[in-house]
Nanobody, 121 residues
Framework: QVQLVESGGGLVQSGGSLRLSCAAS????????MGWYRQAPGKQRELVAG???????NYADSVKGRFTISRENAKNKMYLQMNSLKPEDTAVYSC???????????????WGQGTQVTVSS
């Protein structure tokens, strides 16, 4: 069964850094879209950063210049380097990917379980 697992969250002081990882596992034929989302308490989930279908990246305005998304296609992994963290970055961060499993004809959107990032002031 295909699954996504995030790691790397934690508690950090304002101005600090964290690196999140997302690993896809299982019988994977292909991965198209991959991206990071976050949801803060009482707020809707929002896109933080993602890869477009053309392979370029896009970022939420609030994280531009501070966060960097990257991926290792051969390992089915994706990362989010977060620098200059602010208290307003506090949220549960989840990875999302559109994955086609082996032996299937269509892909499905998959979500990881999420990892908590807390930035103290």
């Amino acid at each position: 069964q295909v699954q996504l697992v995030e790691s790397g969250g934690g508690l950090v002081q304002s101005g600090g850094s964290l690196r999140l990882s997302c690993a896809a596992s299982g019988s994977i034929f292909s991965i198209n879209y991959m991206g990071w989302y976050r949801q803060a308490p009482g707020k809707q989930r929002e896109l933080v950063a993602g890869f477009t279908s053309g392979g370029s990246t896009n970022y939420a305005d609030s994280v531009k210049g501070r966060f960097t998304i990257s991926r290792e296609n051969a390992k089915n992994k994706m990362y989010l380097q977060m620098n200059s963290l602010k208290p307003e970055d506090t949220a549960v961060y989840s990875c999302n990917a559109y994955i086609r499993g082996c032996g299937t004809n269509i892909g499905e959107a998959r979500w990881g379980q999420g990892t908590q990032v807390t930035v103290s002031s």
